[in-house]
């Protein structure tokens, strides 16, 4: 029997609800700027052995909970479980980056493609959510992620890292219907991935669209956001998630925002590039923000954190709806410190906002 929530800031704060404080977590908030986390990866042995094992996984969900008092717990994976289950043959280069030993290229590698089965080839995700939700004993709740169609295309047609995915875009331009073909079969496996861990105990799910602002207004719409609507309106047919708030993440799209909120997620991620309190106008007021703070200010003093803190609760203002959070994530070279800097000045600010 899971333990009820102690903690329930983040839920109210998606459901545009009043809470005391503004919620807080960190994209990448369990990562390499933690010294545990470094040892626990080197004990694991490489970063696809840490993912791949749930108890370890759990140990770095919970390490940055230890340390910081953030109002949410986020399982700790990879964006691209779903394509190297899929067979791709995914590894990670020492400094370079995931690599595919099978990229998708061609209208044949697409049709080998299908839904993986989640309790088997990703059973070591679900068993870690379900380690991760039994071990935070109600404390906070758990996010659940994936990547969205657009960025898992992105990666499993390129073969690799890039800077403009020109490859995948290639096939948008030249081999449209293969694209589209690709990108459903990713929104499927995507969707079914998420009701999975839903069944497992997560409490709030997350696609993570890192690519999509490299598209044009029009290949977007086409590309991406048409997949991640196909995946919100799948989640909320299936009884196991149709009750989580969805949050979708799209970097670099911030000219979408109204139609990202058109498509029933509870709430959308924003980076640094827009002021939230503008975001705020534009979505004005059907789904709740998360975000913004550009993540290099982890780099500066901690009076210029909370600082920019401050100011980006002040641009949210005083209304329901905002969960704090980076523009992106945590880069390997901030001082933990500083993390608890900016954690505990949310908090802090956030009730003053309230008259607290």
């Known amino acids: 029997m899971l333990t009820p929530l102690k903690n329930d800031r983040l839920l109210r704060a998606l459901r545009r609800e009043p809470v005391d404080t503004t919620p807080v977590w960190v ?12 040892a626990t990866r080197a004990k694991a042995g490489s970063f696809m ?21 953030l109002d949410a717990a ?42 993986p089965d989640m309790e088997t080839e990703l059973r070591y995700v679900m068993d870690a959510v379900r380690v991760i939700r039994r071990e935070l004993d109600g404390s ?8 969205s169609p657009w960025t898992l295309a992105c990666y499993m047609v390129e073969g690799e890292g890039s800077r403009d995915f020109a490859t995948a875009k290639a ?16 929104a499927r496996s995507v969707a079914a991935y998420l009701s999975a861990q839903a069944a497992a105990g997560a409490q ?4 993570f669209d890192t690519w999509g602002g490299m598209l044009s207004p029009a290949a977007y719409r086409e590309f991406s956001l048409r997949y991640m609507a196909q995946v919100v309106d799948a989640l ?10 969805v949050i979708l993440f799209s970097k670099g799209a911030n000219t979408h925002l109204q139609a990202m909120a058109d498509t029933g997620c509870a ?45 980006v609760l002040d641009s949210y203002g005083n209304h329901p709806g905002h969960v704090f959070n980076l523009g992106h994530g945590v880069t390997p070279e901030v001082d933990p410190e500083h993390v608890k800097v900016l954690v505990d000045e949310v908090h802090a600010y956030g009730r003053v906002l309230r008259g607290g």
């Open 27 to 38: 994209m990448r908030q369990a990562g390499r700027y933690l010294p545990e986390y470094r």
């Open 49 to 69: 052995a840490l993912a791949q094992n749930p108890e370890l996984a759990c140990e770095v969900t919970l390490q940055p909970l230890r340390r910081f008092e």
């Open 74 to 115: 986020i399982l700790f994976s990879d964006i691209l479980t779903i394509p190297d289950a899929m067979g791709l043959g995914l590894s990670f280069a020492q400094g370079e980056g995931p690599q595919f030993a099978r990229p998708v290229r061609t209208r044949a590698d697409v049709d080998k493609l299908g839904v």
């Open 140 to 147: 906070v709740p758990l996010i659940g992620f994936s990547g």
């Open 171 to 186: 096939m948008c331009w030249n081999e449209p219907a293969v694209a589209h073909k690709l990108l459903d079969t990713l």
């Open 204 to 207: 709030v799910l997350m696609v």
């Open 236 to 245: 909320k047919a299936d009884p196991r998630a149709r009750d989580l708030p």
């Open 267 to 311: 709430a959308l991620g924003v980076d640094w590039t827009i002021d939230l309190g503008d975001a705020r106008q534009t979505v004005n007021g059907k789904v709740a923000l998360q975000g913004n703070l550009d993540p290099a200010v982890l780099r500066a003093s901690p009076e210029v954190i909370r600082r920019e803190v401050r100011n």
